[in-house]
T-cell receptor, first 114, second 110 residues
């Protein structure tokens, strides 16, 4: 069974640029959620996708957007990057009929904005 | 809104000591409660969960009991090992949106 995989693992961008992060969900999982984890903090919920539709969103501005594809993989896009966007971005998948909080995480993509 | 408060770390213990990491929460309704663990260089892993009041979640020697009257979900282990050194996150799920605490770092010395 393949777990959640994310790419890239590390990347560096400059302020104002755009970034796309990718996530492949665990086999059989149809729900994907994204989190921002700043250094020394817990993960902050960005949004969740189920059957290719966004079905929950945290307190993040519209420049954070996403997609889910028919194979349940997902992308997180961030436009007009700001310095405070520097963080570890975590993707998590969850199985059908599972608890919404029972999440299977990838190892994350570490974004540095200069 | 929902929130989770964890004790500040780091918590530093000797091997075989007793561990308690405190977690309290604020939420509407009856959320499910979780503990996640993040080992160095790895993603978060679900450690245990409890879905209703008085439930006890347990795994790998760790336990936590869902206390609705005190809105708490403290993590305990009777005898920690060096391999338990990690960051522990308390979390709740309410209205399908998970909320995490800030995490508590545990350091276990031989």
């Amino acid at each position: 069974e393949t777990g959640v995989t994310q790419s890239p693992t590390h990347l560096i961008k400059t302020r104002g640029q755009q970034v796309t992060l990718r996530c492949s969900s665990q086999s059989g999982h149809n729900t994907v959620s994204w989190y921002q984890q700043a250094l020394g903090q817990g993960p902050q919920f960005i949004f969740q996708y189920y059957r290719e539709e966004e079905n929950g969103r945290g307190n993040f501005p519209p420049r954070f957007s996403g997609l889910q594809f028919p194979n349940y993989s997902s992308e997180l896009n961030v436009n007009a990057l700001e310095l405070d966007d520097s963080a570890l971005y975590l993707c998590a998948s969850s199985p059908p009929q599972g608890d919404a909080g029972e999440l299977f995480f990838g190892e994350g993509s570490r974004l540095t904005v200069l | 809104g929902n929130s989770v408060t964890q004790m500040e770390g780091p918590v530093t213990l000797s091997e075989e000591a007793f561990l308690t990491i405190n977690c309290t929460y604020t939420a509407t309704g009856y959320p499910s409660l979780f503990w996640y663990v993040q080992y160095p260089g790895e993603g978060l892993q679900l450690l245990l969960k409890a879905t209703k009041a008085d439930d006890k979640g347990s795994n790998k020697g760790f336990e936590a009991t869902y206390r609705k009257e005190t809105t708490s979900f403290h993590l305990e282990k009777g005898s920690v090992q060096v391999s338990d050194s990690a960051v522990y996150f308390c979390a709740l799920e309410g209205s399908y949106i998970p909320t995490f605490g800030r995490g508590t770092s545990l350091i276990v010395h031989p």
